[in-house]
């Protein structure tokens, strides 16, 4: 295994996984470039945790140029993950074009952008992609239309950069989760009902921690998987592929 530090782009940076994810990264003495739109929260985690802020405005501009910027500011850009997302909760006939695009934007486009960004800077010495998808891409949940469209095209843009950077060494991966506790998800959290009734769903009887997904991608980023691509790995509790003993 290639002990060697990484230099790593979290796209997403203050959320509940990219903070964890940060957090392990920096403490096994990687060098992390974290990119967020939020500059006083982007602050908050560097002055936690260290790492090198990278503010970005989450256009599809600003993400494209955030793997060039992150790759000037660490010398090198071996890894980068998106972990940007959002939450809607509503049937299809409910759901108004705005928050469709708001849904689309922050998952399939932020992705995507993430790739050609990254892609550019890899070329010559190729490195890891790792996207964000969701459970409930993969099986049918009720009111999660949006949702499902979103992370689905992250899927497919997986399995399809995957084969395309192969040959220069890029790997593409995805991870597919579940129900994850983090600020995101208070909503559902919160509410005792709704929380019971999201961890009956998941055959291993609880939610999802941020440390279960960091891990993951920990692993895909810096460990030893280098001969993976083209994967999107369900950390999920079970969510995607066992139904829960009632």
Known sequence: MDATPKHVLIIGATGGIGQNLAQRLL??????????????RLDELVARIGGDPLPITGDYE????????????????????????SLLLKPAHLT???????????????????????????QSGGG?????????????????????????????LTLSAAATYGSKGIRVNCIAPGLVATPLTERITSSEVSRKASVAMHALGRLGEAEDIAAMAEFLLVGPSSWMTGQVIGVDGGLGTVRARG
């Open 27 to 40: 403490q096994n003495n990687h060098r992390v470039a974290l990119a967020a739109r939020n500059e006083e």
């Open 62 to 85: 600003s993400i494209v140029d955030a793997s060039a910027k992150a790759a000037s500011i660490l010398g090198r850009l071996d890894a980068v993950i998106c972990c940007a997302g």
């Open 96 to 122: 108004r074009e705005d928050e469709f695009d708001a849904v689309m934007n922050a998952s399939a486009r932020t992705a995507f952008a993430t790739v050609a960004g990254a892609a550019k800077v890899m």
């Open 128 to 156: 890891s992609i790792v996207l964000m998808s969701s459970a409930a891409a993969r099986i049918g949940l009720a009111n999660h239309e949006a949702i499902a469209a979103a992370k689905g095209a992250v899927i497919g």
